[in-house]
């Protein structure tokens, strides 16, 4: 692999602000708003004609990439992406999904930030011995806290099994603690980000009733049965359901080196090299997909000027609310159907530090995830270096979405406020809570930080159908099912088709789409 290929197939560097950049989004920007094609020229044609043409670069998209030429080893592929490396989503870390009943209620935490942001001064508890006690919390919410973990009641007596999962079913999780359980607000207040990691938003959008499936406080007393999931709870929570390993579904390196094995074996040398079997094409959005008589013609603008490719057939392996503005032909309830598809905004940071072995040995250094209550990043997360004298790095990771709105609405208004946040702002917010979490230790902010790499991702998480928010979900019709129709030589793939923000759900997505255009 040459060190051009070798880069953009590798993770960012320790310095730098990446994930969905304005660079990035210009472009699917511009035709959102219609001025794209106000300035450009038609395409000019390549000559190029493709087998299979792949929109998007990321997990579902590679994998659709290999799942073709592993059917048809002779096939030339080539795959478009508007970032300036490979990898899409599976190019952050990855924060590990909750899949076992166990430790819900602290959120795989090792200790709590009780912030200033909620409870006016900063408070660092352990996860250890009688923790509830030390919480600078009114003493009424230690008691209602310990009943929610230890020993709760049946909150909804006279009701049947399917009638207390129902009304969970109709319920946030804040609600239920506030409205059903009658907690006193402090609880509410320091449980509320416990499902920022796995969800990106906190407990009030989080479902009551996936909150029970995920072994969160207060439901014990309800009587339920806790040997098979819910059919209302949401499809993650039903797929991992008795999952004791919460890393299951996690690949040592993330996502990402699942994606760096399959490009490394596509294309072994430089990305886009003409004849290859596979090339990659970055820094390349895609600005329209035409279906036509003989082949499917798919236009990108590479920084100059639109061109132009033919292909027998296509996957959209990208965001499904871009796909209206890609194929404008598409029938009306289709294209509405795609819109639906409103991603959840993430933010993900490395800070590498310097001199871990000065101030790591103190307590902190079994301290390897912080949960905060209420400040900007609600996860810390402590990787200590494997041999003495290395840098450490330190993870965190935000969620944007207003969660008071819901997880649709909220991620719109969460990913708005994100775009117009600078970036100083976010530097200034990690450089503040590192301080306050490792200072003690003799942190120094100033001297101790050597780089930071935030990972900005306004469309992060791709929707999942959940309760209370989505009424037609069990029972069905999905705007899902209508929004990845196949389109003549058009497929749909992609984590928004399943729709659900897990690695095998792209991976899925992406062997549907293939098969659709093969059978």
Partial sequence: MTETARKAATPPGPTGFLGGSPAALAVPHALRDGRFWQYADPPEPTGEIYDLVVVGGGLSGVSAADEWLRRDPGAHVLVLDNHDEIGGQARRAVFHRQSGRAHA??????????????FGADTLVRLTGDWVARLPIAEQARADLRLLRDDPPDWLPGLPAEGKQERLAGLTYSAFLLEVCGAHPDVERFLRTVPGPEWG????????IDAWGTGYPGFAGLGLDADKPSRFNSPTVKKQWGIADPDVYHFPEGNQGLVRTMVRRLAPGALDQPGARARFRLSSPVVSVRDGDAAATVAYFDGHQVMSVEARSVILACWSAVIPYLVPDLPHDQRQALRA????????????????????RTAVRELRRVRWTGAYWCLTELDVPSRPGRPAAVHLLATPCRSELGPVE????????????????LEHTIRDQLTRLLGPTGFDPAGDIEAITINRW??????????PWHPFYPDGPFPADVARRRFGRIAIAGSDAVPAARADAAVTAAFRAVEELTR
């Fill in 341 to 360: 598809a409103v991603r959840v905004p993430l933010l993900h940071a490395t800070v590498r530090v310097r001199g871990w072995d000065a101030w790591g």
């Fill in 458 to 467: 306004g469309h992060g998480n791709a929707p999942e159908y959940c309760r």
């Fill in 410 to 425: 909220g991620a719109a208004e969460g990913r708005r406020e994100l775009i117009e946040t600078p970036y100083d702002r």
């Fill in 201 to 208: 938003y906190d407990t009030r959008a989080l479902g009551a």
């Fill in 105 to 118: 209620d602290t959120g795989l935490a090792d200790a709590v930030m009780c912030d200033a942001e909620t």
